[in-house]
């Protein structure tokens, strides 16, 4: 059913970067809906809060991807704010946001989705819970914009650790783990940004990798690394074969970086634009002058002790596990998706279902780059759709299919990986989706 008829109506779930684009774009359209945030604000993660059990940034984080490509593209970030803005500064850009296009009256929060099934007639049945106590309505659509970032995944090791233990979404400041021998597992944004937080207040701090990753400073030639890569992949290098620019990135990388083994890495293997690099300059600085040891993966634990993959160990207070999230949304129904992914979706433009039409996923992809700037052209797309002037692809499960094996043979099958998109690739995807309805999206410089 499409929304020019006055019947229709649409459930958002999620205020964060994601959702805020998407009311956004159902605005515009003149589309009824509502958008459910269970938190007292929006902004998602990005508001932070002390509260251990509370999802959100920790004190000290600050943007990895550059403003320029990550602000919005009809929505320039403040001209004063630095090239890696604080999560204060985003938070306060996300409410200028949703001031500019008059958001607020459509987002209902501190207002949970409890669960949302397909009922026989093939619309959403919704169930939330709120200031008034439980309510169940019907929508004709769904969009789910909660984020993929929600239940822990944690490895398992023989033995048993007798130290305190906690996942990185805990971690919100280093002030309470002064005095403290601190082993961070990972190699990812956060768990180099938590290693050099905690590094100003322990004793020690270990970083334990169980392969080798590209880690790379975030500014190079005096420019930030995305936009220089940008520069790259959509004018430099875009008429040259695929293996050509990645050995160009391959030498690059090497003279900025370096020999791995000086800072104390396992060499990374395959290519930089394969891998999902972590983009980090203070952990570099860290491993090389030894405010944080860079250590091979865990083998086995026993009490307070780490023993690693090389054969070495060590004791420790406190282990802090920066290993990533399961993807999944428990209050969707399970013959709509699996509670948890344990492959990737097959989600055509990572945000259509092979066979419900009338539900749509935004930001459900990883790129190397921003999330909610390519959000925004998903979102304009699910709204096109639902108005009715935009036709959902004949070949939806196809398309699919096609993107999880193209994934799978670029980026590997690694539990990081399972949403992993190109930025330009997908940006480029996203457009030619909308066809005509894009021609006034800005280019990446």
């Known amino acids: 059913m499409a929304a020019n008829s006055p019947s229709v109506r649409v459930c958002v779930v999620g205020a964060g970067p994601c959702g805020l684009t998407t009311v956004k774009n159902l605005l515009a359209e003149g589309i009824d809906f509502v958008c459910y945030e269970e938190a007292s604000a929006v902004g998602g993660n990005w508001v932070y809060d002390d509260s251990a059990d509370r999802r959100s940034v920790y004190k000290a984080t600050r943007l990895i991807s550059s403003k320029r490509l990550s602000e919005f593209e009809d929505f320039p970030m403040p001209e004063d704010y630095p090239d890696f803005p ?8 996300f409410n200028a946001y949703a001031a500019r296009f008059k958001l607020l009256p459509k987002i209902v929060l501190n207002t949970r989705v409890e669960n949302a099934k397909r009922v026989a007639d093939g619309k959403w049945s919704v169930e939330t819970t709120g200031p008034a106590g439980k309510r169940i309505e019907t929508f004709d659509h769904l969009i789910i914009c909660s984020g993929h970032h929600r239940e822990p995944l944690l490895p398992d090791y023989p033995g048993s650790f007798t130290g305190r233990t906690l996942h990185s979404r805990e971690y919100k400041r280093p ?19 938590i290693a050099v937080d905690v590094s100003r207040v322990a004793t020690s701090v270990g970083l334990s990798m169980r392969e080798g990753q ?4 975030k500014i190079i030639w005096g420019r930030p690394i995305d936009q220089l890569y940008a520069r790259a992949r959509n004018h430099w290098f875009r008429h040259v074969p695929r293996f050509v620019f990645e050995a160009a ?3 690059i990388v090497k003279l900025e970086v370096g020999p791995w083994k000086k800072y104390g890495l396992q060499a990374p293997e395959g290519n930089p634009t394969s891998m999902h690099p972590t983009l980090n300059t203070a952990i570099l600085a860290a491993l090389r002058d030894g405010a944080v040891r860079a250590r091979p993966g865990i083998a086995r634990f026993d009490g307070k002790a780490v023993h690693f993959s090389d054969g070495s160990s060590d004791t420790f207070d406190t282990i802090i596990w ?10 969707l129904d399970a013959a709509v998706v699996p509670p ?5 979706p097959p989600f055509y433009l ?5 066979q419900i039409a009338n539900i749509f996923f935004i930001g459900l992809f990883q790129p190397i780059g921003c999330i909610w700037r390519l959000a925004d052209h998903q979102a304009r797309i699910a709204a096109l759709q639902i108005k009715g002037a935009l036709k959902r692809p004949a070949d939806v499960a196809a398309g699919g299919a096609r993107e999880v094996s193209e994934r799978r043979s670029r980026f590997g099958t690694a539990p990081r ?17 909308l066809g005509d309805h894009a021609a006034n999206a800005r280019q990446a410089s």
């Open 340 to 344: 948890d992914f344990a492959r990737a």
């Open 322 to 331: 920066a290993t990533g999230y399961r993807i999944g949304y428990p209050f």
């Open 249 to 251: 990135v391959r030498a």
């Open 214 to 217: 590209y880690i790379l400073p």
């Open 417 to 433: 990986h399972l949403i992993e998109v190109d930025y330009h690739d997908f940006r480029r995807a996203l457009l030619r989706e």
């Open 86 to 93: 604080s999560h204060r500064q985003m938070l306060d850009y």
């Open 175 to 193: 002030e309470p783990f002064a005095d403290e021998r601190v082993l961070v597992v990972g190699g990812g944004n956060s768990a180099c940004d």
């Open 350 to 354: 990572t945000m259509m279902h092979p």
